[in-house]
């Protein structure tokens, strides 16, 4: 008996029952999953419509589907005259994604169902600046926690967010090798180290860019097709949405606004380095030094030490030098991201990071700047507000980001007809190649076949 093309959720090929399925049906799977997925079509009448294909085909193709387990018929819609039809949902419990955000000083990670609905997540502090190998074995360490947590631990892949750009062209459908994000990170594989423990896909995306999609999904931005968000830190980035997608650009590196030259008074210099944290925290301790700020020159009387933080709360208990430092930040940030706001039209922009998000002073002055350089019909509905998810944004996006690359067509038609994305052909060459590089260095450990 010849073996259908068809295969289990175990990633074997279906030998029982009849021979429905074969390679051409891989297109009709993955639109009527993402159909299904979307929430575009909820019945099967809904999905012949809107898939214009016929309803032997849709049966065969939901059947298909239900046992992989990626879509479920069990509940009963409302009926309208006749027979409730029977609804068409996606089981987005049907497998897990893991994500972790990096940052200058703190860890976060999570899990997320295949919907991209964070599950649980645990934040720790850390230092970015420690040696890669060190915080990829304790990124596997929490994974592994987390997973053990899960009644359903079946992976489905990995997504990371990093303080850097991701240049990779946003043309790879997921990560081959570990790009160069940071200093240091070139001589370390650390995807190279999360597909070998994992056995699971591996996506990469900077912070704004998790955090832009983060908002859009999940936070303020949420039934917005166009968006700007701005991340206030020791960097200054933007992330931007257009028609409810991420826009990476042609190299992946969109949003690079800390390093536009900006100048105030007889001062020139980056954005990052005039309005950023540090630059924020150095003028808070000038102002300390020569008796400008009451309040700051007290904490430092007693010993504490002045961060961006520390001046954004003298600023908000009334400190005349600590408003003034923000106020500056706040009218520099929005000088650039009007220029933005002014060649992109969005309609919503999501001031993210600590200092905005714990101080209205910035907030004020980023929004008077912005209203003030725009054009009346790019600021006449232009709302301008601060970030509401905090830092589950980045995890939340990082999970988006992982399910729209898993999903995405290109992708999905190679693994759909397995149920599995380990299956994936150049998944599979991946884990070939860091077999035989392991191998090569005497390592013979190499990540389990699906």
Request: proline share 5%; charged share 20%.
């Amino acid at each position: 008996m010849p073996t259908t093309a068809s295969m289990q959720t175990d990633g074997h090929p279906r030998r029982k029952g009849r021979p429905r399925v074969s390679e051409t049906a891989a297109p009709s799977l993955v639109d009527i999953l993402n159909l299904v997925r979307t929430e575009q079509a909820t019945t099967r009448q809904e999905i012949e419509r809107q898939s214009e294909l016929g309803r032997a085909v849709v049966a065969d193709r939901l059947g298909m589907l239900g046992e992989l387990g990626l879509v479920d018929e069990s509940e009963l819609g409302t009926a309208a005259g006749g027979r409730a039809p029977r609804l068409v949902r996606f089981s987005a419990d049907r497998g897990r994604i893991l994500v972790a955000t990096l940052d200058q000083t703190a860890l976060g990670v999570g899990v997320a169902d295949l919907a991209g609905s964070l599950l649980m997540e645990h934040h720790e502090a850390t230092e970015l600046a420690q040696p890669v190998s060190a915080l990829a074995e304790r990124l596997v360490t929490l994974f592994r926690w987390i997973l053990e947590r899960q009644s359903n631990p079946q992976l489905y892949g990995i997504s990371i967010s990093v303080p850097g750009a991701v240049s990779d062209g946003g043309e790879a459908l997921f990560q081959r090798a570990t790009p160069g994000v940071l200093p240091g990170w070139e001589s370390f594989p650390l995807v190279e180290t999360l597909v070998a423990a994992f056995d699971a896909p591996v996506w990469l995306r900077s912070s704004v860019e998790t955090m832009t999609m983060g908002e859009l999904h999940a936070g303020a931005g949420r039934n917005q097709r166009t968006m700007l968000l701005v991340k206030v830190g020791k960097r200054i980035g933007a992330g931007l949405a257009s028609d409810g997608m991420l826009f990476r650009g042609a190299q992946g590196t969109v949003g690079l606004i800390g390093s536009v030259p900006v100048t105030m008074g007889d001062r020139t210099g980056t954005l990052e380095a005039m309005a950023g944290s540090d630059h924020i925290a150095q003028d808070g301790r000038l102002a300390a030094e020569n008796g400008a700020s009451p309040v700051l020159a007290e904490l430092v009387r007693r010993g504490g030490d002045i961060t961006a933080l520390e001046v954004a709360q003298a600023a908000q208990v009334g400190d005349a030098a600590a408003i003034e430092i923000l106020s500056q930040s706040g009218r520099l940030i929005g000088q650039v991201v009007a220029t933005l706001a002014n060649m992109l039209n969005p309609a919503l922009i999501v001031l993210s990071g600590s200092i905005a998000q714990t101080n209205d002073i910035l907030l004020a002055s980023a929004r008077e700047a912005i209203y003030g350089a725009c054009h009346p019909l790019v600021s006449r509905d232009l709302q301008i507000i601060r970030s509401q998810m905090g830092s589950s944004s980045g995890l939340v996006g990082a999970a988006i980001v992982a399910t729209e690359g898993l999903f995405a067509a290109p992708m999905l038609r190679d693994w759909i007809m397995s149920g599995l994305p380990q299956a994936h052909p150049l998944f599979q060459q991946m884990k070939h190649e860091i077999a035989q590089r392991k191998a090569i260095k005497g390592d013979n450990v190499r990540p389990p076949d699906v």
